[in-house]
């Protein structure tokens, strides 16, 4: 199977659902509270001075630093950040957390994109906007970026107010402690309407590349 990653599989944590083994259900769950508060950081490291187009400026959240468009706002809390343009038409999703570890990557990057794509309808997911339609046109190989480190990028299509939207979605998935089972993950989803859409999707991920935490 592709991408194995060592730790507490799935039937492990269905167990775990279930209310058995509960001392390790209380261990798990503390370990994913300190996890969650060090995965960002570690993922976005701060970009150099040069990365940063002098017509971007400096926008500030409670716990986000990023540099993107004077006009550009953002929605963010503890472990994501959703940055658009003012009418949302261009727009990036960002966020990261603690997870028990899948079985493979393969197996969680499956759950994630179906997870992403059937609640599309609802908009703040793949798009900020509700999207008919939603599907991937294009699923990547699993990559392996590191030890038991494993990426998969995907391009989406689907509708929006009556405009094509085309995007990608990016998922990490990646093992913090092998012994507790504790895996990190990080996704992003930015996306954009069909016209320019290579333009638009290079200027997200410069913002993307912008990101930094603060105040944890």
């Given at each position: 199977?592709?991408?194995?990653?060592?730790?507490v599989s799935v039937g492990s944590m269905r167990e775990i659902n279930?209310?058995?083994?509960?001392g390790q259900l209380t261990i798990t769950f503390a370990a994913?509270?300190?996890?969650?508060?060090?995965?960002?950081?570690?993922?976005?490291?701060?970009?150099?001075?040069g990365a940063i187009p002098s017509s971007f400026r400096r926008h500030v959240e409670t716990?986000?630093?990023?540099?993107?468009?004077?006009?550009?706002?953002?929605?963010?809390g503890k472990n994501d950040i959703q940055i658009s343009?003012?009418?949302?038409?261009?727009?990036?999703n960002y966020g990261a957390g603690g997870a028990v570890c899948p079985r493979t990557a393969g197996q969680w990057f499956q759950f994630v994109s179906s997870n992403f794509r059937q609640t599309a309808r609802q908009g703040q997911g793949l798009y900020?906007?509700?999207?008919?339609?939603a599907r991937y046109?294009?699923?990547?190989?699993?990559?392996?970026?590191?030890?038991?480190?494993?990426?998969?990028?995907?391009?989406?299509?689907?509708r929006s107010g009556g405009r094509q939207i085309r995007g990608e979605l990016i998922m990490d998935i990646f093992v913090v402690d092998a012994l507790s089972g504790i895996c990190g993950q990080r996704f992003q989803s930015r996306g954009a309407p069909a016209r320019r859409n290579g333009?638009?999707?290079?200027?997200?991920?410069?913002?993307?590349?912008?990101?930094?935490?603060?105040?944890?």
């Open positions: 199977m592709i991408g194995t990653i060592r730790g279930r209310g058995s083994r509960s994913i509270a300190v996890v969650t508060g060090m995965l960002l950081p570690m993922l976005s490291p701060p970009p150099s001075d716990f986000w630093v990023w540099y993107g468009p004077p006009n550009w706002i953002a929605a963010s343009s003012p009418t949302g038409t261009l727009w990036n900020s906007k509700p999207l008919a339609a046109s294009r699923r990547g190989r699993i990559r392996q970026r590191g030890q038991g480190y494993f990426r998969q990028r995907l391009q989406w299509a689907g333009r638009s999707i290079r200027l997200l991920r410069t913002v993307q590349s912008t990101i930094t935490q603060q105040n944890l």
